[in-house]
Nanobody
Framework: QVQLVESGGGLVQAGGSLRLSCAASGRTFSNYAMGWFRQAPGKEREFGAAISKIGLSTYYAESVKGRFTISRDNAKNTVYLQMNSLKPEDTAVYYC???????????????WGQGTQVTVSS
């Protein structure tokens, strides 16, 4: 089992920045690719970003590319999502997830955190 706990969400004005963190415990963190997904009210959970096990490869949804950066620190068992130039449409609950391979499908991930709320005001 892998336990994931997100933090760093909050309220920010449009154009601002936030950095989300996801702390992992349980099994060896570096054995897992990590992803960030988000879910806005009334919408399905969608892919945001993913990173390979040792961080050499990253993947982004078109909607966040150029604004968000995913990174990881395997020594700290933590994955991050730096979010810049935030827009009101980025408002959602953000979830981190762990799985064997990085990807943009929810089914590729075995473990999920509880989520952290991000609200971007206009």
């Amino acid at each position: 089992q892998v336990q994931l706990v997100e933090s760093g969400g909050g309220l920010v004005q449009a154009g601002g920045s936030l950095r989300l963190s996801c702390a992992a415990s349980g099994r060896t963190f570096s054995n897992y690719a990590m992803g960030w997904f988000r879910q806005a009210p009334g919408k399905e959970r969608e892919f945001g970003a993913a990173i390979s096990k040792i961080g050499l490869s990253t993947y982004y949804a078109e909607s966040v590319k150029g604004r968000f950066t995913i990174s990881r620190d395997n020594a700290k068992n933590t994955v991050y999502l730096q979010m810049n130039s935030l827009k009101p449409e980025d408002t959602a609950v953000y979830y981190c997830a762990a799985g064997p391979l990085p990807g943009n499908r929810r089914s590729m991930y075995d473990y999920w955190g509880q989520g952290t709320q991000v609200t971007v005001s206009s």
